[in-house]
Nanobody, 123 residues
C-alpha cells in the first residue's frame, strides 16, 4: 500500500507565501517523478510543477518565477514553495507520484494521487 499525504495548505492574502509538502509512504521501490497539480472551481485539473528523480523540473507558465518545487529523495517527499501568491492560485492542490513497486520481485509502475489540500488566496 502506498499513501501520499499533503500538508501546508491554508488561507493567505495576496502576495503571501505557503509551502506545501507531500510525503509518500508504504511499499516503495523507487519514485521516478513527483509533482503537483491543482484544480480550481469550474476548471480542469492542471499541472503546476514536476520534478524527476534526477532533478529535472518542469513548471506551468502561470507559476514560473513564483513557485519552486524540490524533493528529498531520502524522505520520499516533494515540496512546493509558493511565493507572491495571487487570487487565481486558489485551488485544491494535489500531489502526484509515479512509483515503482515490487510484485513478486518484479517492478511495476503505478500512478498515485494524494487527497488534496486547499489553498485559498484572498484579495
Amino acid at each position: 500500500q502506498v499513501q501520499l499525504v499533503e500538508s501546508g495548505g491554508g488561507l493567505v492574502q495576496a502576495g503571501g507565501s505557503l509551502r506545501l509538502s507531500c510525503a509518500a509512504s508504504g511499499s516503495i521501490f523507487s519514485i521516478n517523478i513527483m509533482g503537483w497539480y491543482r484544480q480550481a472551481p469550474g476548471k480542469q485539473r492542471e499541472l503546476v510543477a514536476t520534478i524527476r528523480s534526477g532533478g529535472r523540473i518542469n513548471y506551468a507558465d502561470s507559476v514560473k518565477g513564483r513557485f519552486t518545487i524540490s524533493r528529498d529523495n531520502a524522505k520520499n517527499t516533494v515540496y512546493l514553495q509558493m511565493d507572491s501568491l495571487k487570487p487565481e492560485d486558489t485551488a485544491v492542490y494535489y500531489c502526484n507520484a509515479e512509483i515503482t513497486q515490487l510484485v513478486a520481485e518484479v517492478p511495476y509502475g503505478y500512478l498515485h494521487w494524494g487527497q488534496g489540500t486547499q489553498v485559498t488566496v484572498s484579495s
